[in-house]
């Protein structure tokens, strides 16, 4: 039991450790390297690090350092409003679904069977195909994949909780409904709920990097970690540095939200409703 | 250095080379599979790669595009508008039946139908009637003299009964080439073998495997690893380096007939100003795209005709990267930065403009990004947009762009790269680019016969078009090709290896 | 149970309508026209409408997709703009490939995650645990291009002991000339599968070394395995007998869901190792918009999807006899 304890604070700790570095990393990064993003100099190309440039050079001789840091912020941005836009659209319809039940939740599940049965990259790819690129479109494609996940589990998990004694409870004194999903459900489902977006934030960034080897991801010069390695891998065999630092940089960032993520599940979900339902994408 | 490469290269692809592993398949990477193995309806440069050894055509282009005697054994041009071809007698299809004047008249007549669905069909509209006259002589009648017929009837010949018999060409290819289908596995490999009974009487003992692998950086990779034998453009720059100096390869790099262009939107209200879009193109820096982007594969362009082309001139230049004379320029044509804000304004109207290319070439995207860095430094607010292709061309197509970085491949004459381009009729003058004089130069350059008149002519047009800046030629695309030792073919500047495939 | 199954089929039938619909609204959406595509830049725009007219496109989107609808039930998928053949075609030789690699990684997956799980949970709390645990959470942190990039380098390039791209011999039927006696064609085909495999392998071996030490754990926690302990039997047979079982049926559960995300996933794998397979072509008929191969395959996918979770459910009655369909 102690066993127990000790893992999942060192899971807690370790990931929220690396979030910390990377959230210092997006706030302070550009500022003390001296170098704007997009300053070209075709002269210094794929250095390697220096006093000048501590993490080297890209392609185009831009500072990797303020690449990777102003990068970061722009990944974090898309993996972090695409989980929440999901989040917010999974929940509402997973509750609705949950809790009406009858033809609705057969409807709204049908819906939710459709958008699981195309494969997560290939509904990803058509929609950024079909908005263009940019952040927005990007994060919006990626909602559109992740946010079953959220439906389905926060569906079952108001299912079980609409049949418990509380919930009768609180029908026998005359709540509405409303308030009922709101203040009795609702709660219930915040932990799986915040386990999974964690972990979800990992996925996306991944995601992310793999449109872009593919070619859709964010336009340049606007720099996300899933362009510099994707650009990066161009460079693999003549300049490895590049790569390396961008697959590091997204390696260590979702270790570290994953991490944290199964902190978070051990201490908020210890009955596994999140694990039990997850459904992760590769891609 | 590049040059003297360049000119071993030509060398290269017109001999064979020693050391041949005869019973062995020459291995191709390919960046694609084959859409169809019809020549009429190919599209893509895998289909032209492998069409091009399982068919012949009535000519065949040398290495200076020069076209030679293939399926037809002589030509003449009796009148401005008539052609007479003469056939090799007992040329042999894959199905065994005998070649005729027939097949010949099939083909084209097939290819002008638009039912077929035929890309290049444009190419051939001038003609006005294709007749056998015998079984050994087709009669090619011209509704206005064309020049540019001859360069264009490489064509691969298509067997007509085997076709009207049901036959399909597009998974099941028959034709009169030193190569025939063995097996096709969509998406991984096509495989070709030998064909004994080719008219040449002289093929070599290897047949050709195409193996497809998506990602250049893969396609490189597998070809160091062994498993493959040849791989040639699209290649990543980045990987040519690092193949070149390996003592397993050889390598060659040749003039392509290709361009990689800027097309400047004549149409548009910014753009439409002739001073400024001199004064735009005066910050491209063509070098350093060519020299750092591509690596030295490609070469700096001057101008609208190819070095490679009868109708070159090095005296015909567009405006050089100056970003000096550029800043003069703009001033000039009023816009200064007038709030200090660090781009360029005129009656309180910023100079932004939106550079576009397509997301399935990452060297494009990678000169557009340069191309906005050099534009963002010397006053003009430049953005990119990046789109997949069919949304891209869609705009383009449509006269949306403003600035859009393009290419045009297989210009094997001029009139393919200037007619449909720069006439204020032409078909793909998307820009809508208008001026009398070029519009005049370039009927007479599709008119004349006499190949001075032709040359006088393009070199007239291609200087207007060099001051009034409708495209911006960045470079000419090269040619890369490498293959590993042993092996005993190369292809010619277009990835072709009809020529090659036959002793 | 065989009720069971007609319902479930049946089931598929509003998903397959409703899949058909959004994929063609996407497909609305989309910019850029078929037509232009396929003519090549240089086409001229009567060129284009012509093909407009020959393919239909230029009729009302209802039309066009009541005529989709019409001709799939009767079971025609019509014919792909770019591949001048059937789509029932395109995607029958499509199939096989990826099943091939996607079977090969789920097997190496499960193999590679159920060893590093068990080892993990009896050696809790030790360096071989950490060591696994470390694994699994890199597995699943790896950018699948990277790893598969990667790899063809150390083992194609470095090492020069398997070839980096393409499909050797089909794999059933050298499976089967290797029980006759012959085995050249299985080994061929397997030093060819062996990295897409691992590639597209890698995530899900990560995830499935994580349920199975989970799931273990607490199976090992209950009291029938402590009673099944003070009986005396082996500690061996305790694992694995008991404690395997448990953590199957969560694998299982699981493996079903990332099945359609593994066929999916398979996209970026192909691209790399030049794979022949399903994946590659879904990419290539989005960036073509070859709308009707598209829908093929979309429906080829939700179809294998349903497929694979109903025999999830058949498999997880086998494994859990408490379980029964009606």
Redesign the interface.
Known sequence: MI?KAG?RNLSLTVGGAIIAVIVLFVLFGPMVSGYEF?Q?D?RN?LQLPSALHWLGTD??GRDLWTRMAVGARVSMVIALSSVAIAVVVGVTVGLVSGFFGGWVDLVVM??V??????????LA???V?????GVVNLTLSLAAVFWTEYARVVRSVTLSQREADYVAAAVALGSSKIRILFVEILPNVVGPVIVLATLGI?TAI?AE??LS????GV???TPTW?WT???G???????PWL?TVA?LA???T??GF??FGDGLRDYLDPR?VA??H?????? | MNFKRTLSALAIAALMLPGAALAQNIRLGADVDAGTLDPRVMRDTTAYRVINLLYDGLVQLDASLQPNPDLAESWSNPEPTVWMFNLREGVKFHDGTTLDADDVVYTFETILDPDLKARFRSLFTPIETIEAVDPQTVRITLKEPYAPLLSYLDMGIVPKDFVEGGGDLSSNPVGTGSMKLNSWERGSRIVLEPFADHWSGNVPGNGFEFVVVGDNTARAQAFEAGDLDIIQSPLSPQDIGRLAEDDRFQNAIMGGLGITYLNINVSDPLLADPALRKALSMLVDQETIVGQIYEGVDQVATSILLPSSWAYDASIVQPRFDPAGAGEAFAAAGWTDSDGNGFLDRDGEELALTLSTHSEDPNRIQALEYIQFQMQENGVNASISISDWPAFSAGVRAGEHQVALLGWLNIVDPDRLMYAQFHSSGTLNWGGYSNAEVDQLLDTGRASIDVNDRIAAYRAAAKLIANDLPYYVIAYQGYQVFYSEGVSLAPDARGMMRSAARN | MLGYTVRRLLLFVPIAVGMVAVTFAIMQLLPGDPAAVLLGEDATEEAIQDIRRALGLDQPWWIRLGNYYLDLAHGDLGVSYFQNQPVADAIGQRLVPTLEVAVVALLISILLGICLGVVAAIRRGSAIDACCMLFAQLGVSMPVFWFGILLMYLFAIQLDMLPSIGRGPPLAPALGKALTGRPADLWLALTHIAMPALTLGLTNAAVISRLVRSSMLETLGQDYIRTAKAKGLLPMRIVLVHSLRNALLTVVSVMGLRFGALLGGAVLTESIFGWPGLGQLAVAAISQRDIPLIQGVVLTFALAFALVNFLVDLLYAAIDPRIRYE
């Open positions: 066993m893992s997009d070209m075709m190309r392609n185009f049908r819906v069977d459709i958008f699981l049965g195309i494969p997560p990259i290939v790819l058509a929609i195909a079909a908005l263009g690129p990992g991944i990097s793999g080897f593919l070619g859709f336009e340049p010069p899933g390695l994707a650009y891998t161009r460079y693999l065999r003549s300049d790569s697959g997204i390696m260590i979702v270790l994953n991490l596994g694990r039990r997850r459904r992760m994408s590769s891609s």
